[in-house]
């Protein structure tokens, strides 16, 4: 079974909108962080959001928020004030178990979602 | 300024000739590790290493190798590339929690 499922392979948004992307999970670990990064046509991979499994509230980053429903097993990103620099794709990741300095961080990733933001 | 930095950036090569792609971070981090990316797969995991002289296969090390004779560097090496292991590659770099991205590398061996 796929350990993350992005299942919107592209989503059009028109500016100023707000937009949320899917992005569903599957651990039995009680201890995972899940994580949505943003991938520009340049390329970079650049780290937007972070979650953890044990966290009460939604994080949070400036527009950028995550929709944690843990029973639901979903960490949905939602974008509000979409911009035209918002055009990406975006990935959506989960570590799973225990983090200490000492411990293996592998990443799993989903398989994206291009974001198009229309003028 | 806290980065990392991967070298090259855009490589052309021929079956079976090695090479060697460079990360280095300089953010005194213990955790390092080598993605590989691919159209509809997202990013998978080849080595990481949890410190110096400590290395370990991810998903997908057939074909790679690693070392790690220095906490900043973590070179990627490919003793007789193929075809199939052309692809953006990403190295990171993490503390705890957050992994930081280098800038990739894109790697076409004809």
């Known amino acids: 079974a796929q350990k993350i499922t992005q299942t919107q392979p592209g989503m059009f948004v028109q500016e100023k909108e707000a937009v949320t992307l899917d992005c569903t999970y599957d651990t039995s670990d009680p201890s995972y962080g899940l994580f949505w990064y943003k991938q520009p046509s340049s390329g970079e991979m650049i780290f937007l959001i972070y979650q953890g499994s044990y966290d009460q509230q939604n994080a949070t980053e400036g527009r950028y928020s995550l929709n944690f429903q843990k029973a639901r097993k979903s960490a949905n990103l939602v974008i509000s004030a979409s911009q035209l620099g918002d055009s990406a794709m975006y990935f959506c990741a989960m570590r799973e178990g225990y983090i200490s300095s000492g411990s293996a961080r592998q990443l799993t990733f989903g398989s994206g979602t291009q974001l198009t933001v229309l003028p | 300024e806290a980065q990392v930095t991967q070298n090259p950036r855009y490589l052309i090569t021929v079956t079976g000739k090695k090479l060697t792609v460079t990360c280095s971070q300089n953010?005194?981090?213990?955790?390092m590790s080598w993605y590989r990316q691919d159209p509809g797969l997202g990013l998978r995991q080849i080595y990481y290493?949890?410190?110096?002289?400590?290395?370990d296969k991810g998903d997908v090390p057939e074909g790679y190798k690693v070392s790690r004779k220095e906490k900043r560097n973590f070179p990627l090496i490919l003793e007789s590339p193929s075809p199939n292991q052309t692809s953006l590659y990403f190295c990171a770099s993490s503390f705890l929690e957050t992994q930081y991205f280098g800038p990739g590398t894109r790697l076409l061996v004809l």
């Open positions: 290493s949890m410190n110096v002289e400590v290395t």
């Open positions: 953010m005194n981090h213990e955790y």
